[in-house]
């Protein structure tokens, strides 16, 4: 009797043993995909660099670099976010079903706008203070400061006292780079060959320039 109770308690266990193997092979896989794409505007003409694309829930993640560009690895059936301030949030459905071990996307987020009620914001509590103060203002005053500020010495000093613009820079930076490249690469003219500077000088001997400075 101790035998066939024991002969049972092996079969036992080692059927429970087994079943859960079973099981376990019989559950589905899910599938790795390696998803990638590109995020641009609404007009689908920049890159949107630094937004964040996340498996909520599954600590997997990434953002797109300075060209928009993202890629990592997620699971068939997994919902992917796109988020980024200023932007309305997106998501992407993975298909369970998918064949492919990699997928691309191109991606196009839109501004998104929040609409705030007008305030309108007045120096004075009251209107009755706000007539008060303007007539309380001395234009005369006004006027004969501004005049002062606008002679023509005093626009004259400030004019030449003035930094250079952006674009006088530009022009200057743009000049200098012209000239050291005629510098390098252009021809360089040689006095003694050109005929111009040959009858100057003749014409200066005949005149005696040479022993006037003398």
Same mark, same amino acid.
């Given at each position: 009797?101790?035998?066939?109770?024991?002969?049972?308690?092996?079969?036992?266990?080692?059927?429970?043993?087994?079943?859960?193997?079973?099981?376990?092979?019989?559950?589905?896989?899910?599938?790795?995909?390696?998803?990638?794409?590109?995020?641009?505007?609404?007009?689908?003409?920049?890159?949107?660099?630094?937004?964040?694309?996340?498996?909520?829930?599954?600590?997997?993640?990434?953002?797109?670099?300075?060209?928009?560009?993202?890629?990592?690895?997620?699971?068939?059936?997994?919902?992917?976010?796109?988020?980024?301030?200023?932007?309305?949030?997106?998501?992407?459905?993975?298909?369970?079903?998918? +064949?492919?071990? #990699?997928?691309?996307?191109?991606?196009?987020?839109? &501004? /998104? =706008?929040?609409? *705030?009620?007008?305030?309108?914001?007045?120096?004075?509590?009251?209107? +009755?203070?706000? #007539?008060?103060?303007?007539?309380?203002?001395?234009? &005369? /005053? =006004?006027?004969? *400061?501004?005049?002062?500020?606008?002679?023509?010495?005093?626009?004259?000093?400030?004019?030449?006292?003035?930094?250079?613009?952006?674009?006088?820079?530009?022009?200057?930076?743009?000049?200098?780079?012209?000239?050291?490249?005629?510098?390098?690469?252009?021809?360089?003219?040689?006095?003694?060959?050109?005929?111009?500077?040959?009858?100057?000088?003749?014409?200066?001997?005949?005149?005696?320039?040479?022993?006037?400075?003398?």
């Amino acid at each position: 009797m101790k035998s066939t109770h024991i002969s049972i308690l092996v079969i036992f266990f080692v059927l429970v043993g087994f079943v859960p193997g079973a099981y376990a092979q019989d559950a589905p896989q899910r599938k790795i995909v390696q998803l990638s794409g590109v995020i641009l505007n609404s007009d689908s003409t920049v890159a949107i660099p630094g937004v964040n694309i996340y498996v909520p829930r599954k600590g997997r993640g990434t953002s797109s670099n300075r060209y928009g560009y993202f890629s990592m690895p997620v699971v068939a059936g997994d919902s992917v976010v796109f988020s980024f301030i200023g932007l309305k949030r997106q998501s992407l459905k993975i298909p369970e079903n998918i +064949e492919d071990d #990699k997928v691309s996307y191109i991606l196009t987020m839109v &501004e /998104d =706008e929040y609409a *705030l009620s007008e305030i309108e914001v007045m120096p004075y509590p009251t209107e +009755e203070e706000f #007539k008060n103060a303007i007539l309380a203002l001395n234009i &005369e /005053d =006004e006027i004969q *400061l501004n005049r002062g500020n606008l002679s023509p010495q005093l626009l004259l000093r400030w004019a030449e006292e003035m930094p250079a613009s952006g674009n006088e820079n530009f022009r200057q930076f743009t000049n200098q780079q012209m000239m050291q490249t005629m510098d390098r690469y252009g021809p360089r003219p040689l006095p003694l060959l050109n005929p111009f500077a040959w009858s100057q000088f003749i014409q200066s001997i005949k005149r005696g320039d040479l022993r006037n400075r003398d």
